[in-house]
């Protein structure tokens, strides 16, 4: 049985989520989720009442089918080769490729943080993670980020964690209501927060992730 999980997007900016080029992947922040979801899995990133636009609660930002999950080392190959828009670019007048979130380099052997949207105190979380998590059947909302009906609110939380056990009773009603939405999967919106580059670089990164949560609550 697949599972669902959710969690609450604090900041929307277009790097994790990255739902650019077609592909939508999770490689940074939420370590927990990307360390044990499998092929199959469904994930949601639900909208903060404490958004940058305003109250997003109750409202669905994106989510994505799972259909490939790598190693970190695995999607910084496989994106050098095949997806070189991932790696990120913070001097391109492309929004997408200041984005990227193939944020560490492995041919070393190690991982060498590249110049993106996390800095030094994002490293040990992200690494945390282990897997990218890999989707080209997604639906990504960004800032008009999508109500959802009374019957899925239940799968709404604004802790810092992920749920994904509590959501058993509603997978099934969750894929019905997306799938009757009749949407176009991809990119449907855009990020609700822009970057501060200037800023990102001088405070070593996007610190606003540095606290993501560990902590599953079922």
Known sequence: MP?????????????????FGGLCSLSICKPGIRRVAKV???VAGLG????????????LVYAMRVEQV??????????RMEWPQRI????????SERLGDCIYDYSSGTAVQRPGVH?????????????????????????????????L????????????????????MFVSWL????????????????????KTAACGGCISRKLDGEHDDG
């Open 179 to 198: 799938g009757g939405l009749n949407l176009l999967v991809g990119q449907l919106g855009w990020p609700d927060y822009s970057v501060d580059w200037a």
């Open 119 to 151: 800095g030094p105190n994002n490293q040990a979380t992200d690494l945390s993670g282990k897997n990218a998590l890999l989707s080209w059947h997604f639906y990504y909302f960004g800032k008009t980020a999508e109500l959802l009906p009374e019957n």
């Open 70 to 79: 790598l190693t970190l080392q695995e999607y910084d190959q496989k994106a």
């Open 153 to 172: 609110l239940p799968i709404c939380h604004q802790t810092q964690g992920h749920r994904s056990d509590l959501n058993s009773p509603y997978i099934e």
């Open 40 to 42: 199959g899995d469904w």
């Open 48 to 59: 903060s009442r404490n958004a940058p636009s305003g109250d997003l609660s109750g409202r």
């Open 3 to 19: 599972r669902l999980f959710t969690y609450t997007i604090p900041v929307d900016d277009g790097a994790a989520p990255n739902p």
């Open 88 to 95: 990120p670019r913070a001097d391109s007048a492309d929004l």
